[in-house]
């Protein structure tokens, strides 16, 4: 029992660490994401009154989460049974249930294998577990695991949102819902260009894969809300993979070397939008 308890208590420390990466746990003050801006998805920036997009690729500490929630407490089970619970005053702890995870959704939203070589002196391993590239992008995932991602975020961001509202009229603070998904190449081309024509599109070209430089620069990247990033890597869409930079020229590596990451787009949802999707 003692063991349980253990493992226990550490799993609810590390969700707690990761989640206010994301903004979802922080205590409810004025540093809190969703006292700020409660209409803004934690982590994106705004394209339309309904649209959002990620500000940077999902960090290999954001999947750290999800495979955290994979193996704790979240399965396609549970996916079912959120669509049933109440949009206010909801306890934690009914969704955050020990030992409810799923160990072989965990096995398939896993990397395949951490001894493969980024680089020449980098493993996969070592990459996805060393806090230096704690917030660069999680790469080589593969489409079906950046959809299952994007699934649990989604009902992750609208657990924390009845969680954080003890009533109708805290609730309406927030979203009626949030959908994330993945975005087609078209949005990904219409949201760079409207964020370039407000000067809100960072283009980062440098090393990604090695133990130099500045050890913050990906966190502040991250925690820049007036800025979406694209760097060399590739990223998967709805409809395919595309270059991070478009038509923008490489300047740090070869067409050949790109890795693939992958952000997420969020739909705000209203009433009538999710009772189409019910029926």
């Known amino acids: 029992m003692m063991t349980k308890i253990t493992k226990y208590s550490i799993v609810i420390i590390l969700l707690i660490s990761l989640t206010s990466s994301c903004g979802l746990f922080q205590s409810v003050d004025a540093n809190d994401p969703y ?8 982590g994106t920036i705004m394209l339309t009154e309904d649209l959002y997009i990620d500000r940077v690729p999902v960090t290999n500490l954001m999947y750290k989460e999800f495979l955290s929630n994979v193996e704790n407490y979240w399965s396609l089970e ?45 493993s996969m391993g070592n990459y996805t577990s060393s806090p230096f ?7 080589d995932i593969s489409k079906e695991q950046a959809e299952l991602y994007c699934l649990w975020r989604t009902d992750l961001a609208n657990s924390v949102y009845a969680i954080k509202s003890k009533n109708k009229s805290q ?12 975005p087609t190449q078209r949005e990904v081309v219409a949201a760079q260009n409207k964020l370039e024509r407000e ?37 998967i869409a709805k409809d395919g993979v ?11 590596y070869d067409q ?12 705000i949802l209203d009433e009538d939008d999710v009772v189409a999707l019910d029926d």
């Open 78 to 122: 549970k996916h079912e049974k959120l669509k049933s619970f109440p949009r206010y005053d909801v306890d934690k702890d009914s969704v955050f249930i020990p030992w409810t995870g799923n160990t072989r959704l965990l096995m398939e939203v896993t990397h395949q294998d951490p001894r493969k070589m980024i680089t020449t002196k980098l």
């Open 133 to 139: 590239f704690q917030w660069h992008p999680v790469v």
């Open 242 to 252: 595309y270059n991070s930079l478009l038509d923008r020229k490489l300047e740090y």
């Open 171 to 182: 609730r309406a603070r927030f979203p009626y819902k949030v959908k994330y998904r993945l």
């Open 35 to 42: 006292q700020e801006d409660p209409s803004t998805p934690p």
């Open 199 to 235: 000067f809100k599109l960072t283009k980062y070209q440098d090393q990604i894969y090695a133990y130099t430089g500045d050890f913050s620069l990906f966190r502040r990247m991250q925690d820049d809300q007036n800025q979406m990033t694209i760097m060399e890597i590739k990223e």
């Open 256 to 267: 050949e070397e790109l890795k693939t990451g992958f952000r997420c787009i969020c739909e």
